[in-house]
């Protein structure tokens, strides 16, 4: 079941009726001033032959503050159809913890879309992301290296590549491509890509260190199956929600500033991995597209639903679980290319 933001109605006031019969008037009048050619506006008419400038400006919804409203230059197209997919994982809170201490996130979330019964797969991490990136878990029940879990494949990535399309994951603290062991704050756990052994050329040229995905964005050279993975700090695992919070919106207002977004191709889904054990591993999703309005899905959805919906923007077979779980661009209306 979707919600949708409701419109108000109400019958026209006294003071509206007139308003509008003044309009009305006036607009009589432009016309006939057209047919003789004296208008005087910001061009000038003469003999009927027209000289004018104008200009026009879109707000975007979402660039802003904790309360999801604001304003950004330039045009959206969100009825070009979506063909790019970006999701963004943050770790181990519920959909309670998120909504209270990420402002920002929770802003987008009223402001576009959110899914209210969306639940992770199992604990701890590693198998979320597997899961996400396969629809199955693969048997994994712990962190450990992928060393000790090899995934046989495929993966989202590996599927839109084989497809055609285009695929990256961009990992914050990851100093080269596909790094197989945690350093500092990057830990391979939340790295899915490594695991897939079949894939290991395709992860060693399209599994990237964050300052790549600076310049997809400005480029709009973004990839139809994407994912953005901060360090320990950005990821809330080690530091506070508000610290996430900071950190998706500086990489979100980045979007929105950049080509993909304005073009309407791009979605972005921002989730958590698992919650703390806390709420049945209930986490916060949000949905983020220029033509989604004040969309709050209560459909039962999980991270088999964020596979699906890989598949669903690349237009590749839905991998493992996918196939079966509900559909994310059906319940958030998101119209596909």
Known sequence: MTIRGARRGSRPTRRARAVALGV???????????????????????????????TSSTSSPGTGT????????????????????????????????MRAAMPYTYGLALRYGYASHYTAIRHPSLPNYVAIASGSTHGIADDAPPSAHPVPGPSVFGAALAKGRTAAVYVEGMTSPCEHTSSGDYAVKHNPWPYFTAEAAQCARH?????????????????????????LCNDAHNCPLATADAWFAARMKLIEAGPDWRAGRLAVVLTADEDD????????????????????VTTPLTHYSLTRLYAEVTGTTPLGSGATAPSMAKAFGLRLR
């Not at 309360?67 to 309670?96: I, M, Q, R, Y």
């Not at 990237?208 to 360090?231: E, H, K, W, Y």
């Open 207 to 231: 599994n990237l260190p964050l300052s790549a995905f600076d310049t997809d964005v400005r480029s709009g050279q973004l990839p139809n199956a994407g994912m953005l993975l901060p360090d």
């Open 277 to 296: 054990h806390s709420a049945g591993n209930q986490v916060l999703t949000v949905v983020a597209h220029p033509s989604l309005d004040h969309v709050v």
């Open 66 to 97: 904790g309360t999801g409203s604001s304003t950004s230059t330039g045009a959206t197209s969100p009825a070009a159809g979506v063909d790019k997919l970006l999701v963004v994982v943050v770790e181990n809170h519920s959909l309670a913890q």
């Open 24 to 54: 009305l008037l006036a607009s009589t009048a432009l016309l006939g001033a057209c047919s003789s050619g004296t208008v005087a506006s910001s061009g000038t008419t003469t003999g009927g032959a027209a000289s004018s400038s104008s």
